[in-house]
């Protein structure tokens, strides 16, 4: 009777690895993900930025202003009352690395909204706005050219 071989046997049968449960777990997160993933939408969705026709990337800063065409303002996604902008923003002076605001407004937004925006960032102590815009596509562009040239 030879002994060793049946334990050769069995430890050839244990080096397959079974990924059936490492597959139900990830299928299960996948759902997860799919079911949470539309409530991370933010309110820049509802926000269509004006067009501009030259300009470069705007990286994301500490401190982000959007404004929607209804006249609501909200300061890192969180809503504000405009009232109590310049109240914010003095706050948020302190947290930030950078004194920069980027502003995200609506086309449809008035002025008067933006001056509001301006004067409460300088009022805290901001040293740098900058205003968020699509840039135009080169056949826009071209034809914005022209018009200027014509």
Request: aromatic share 6%; net charge negative.
């Amino acid at each position: 009777m030879n002994f060793g071989s049946s334990q050769e046997n069995e430890r050839q049968t244990f080096n397959e690895i079974n990924i059936t449960p490492l597959t139900d777990i990830f299928l299960v997160l996948l759902i997860i993900m799919m079911v949470i993933a539309p409530s991370f939408q933010s309110i820049d969705n509802n926000i269509k930025m004006p067009g501009i026709n030259s300009g470069l990337a705007i990286e994301a800063k500490d401190v982000t202003i959007s404004i929607t065409k209804d006249g609501s303002f909200y300061v890192n996604e969180e809503k504000v009352n405009p009232d109590n902008l310049e109240q914010k923003l003095y706050i948020l002076i302190g947290e930030v690395n950078k004194k920069e605001i980027v502003v995200k407004a609506d086309k449809d937004t008035k002025s008067s909204e933006i001056m509001k925006v301006m004067n409460a960032a300088q009022n805290a102590g901001f040293e740098k706005l900058v205003i968020a815009g699509e840039p135009l596509k080169a056949k826009e562009q071209k034809k914005l050219e022209d018009e200027v040239k014509g």
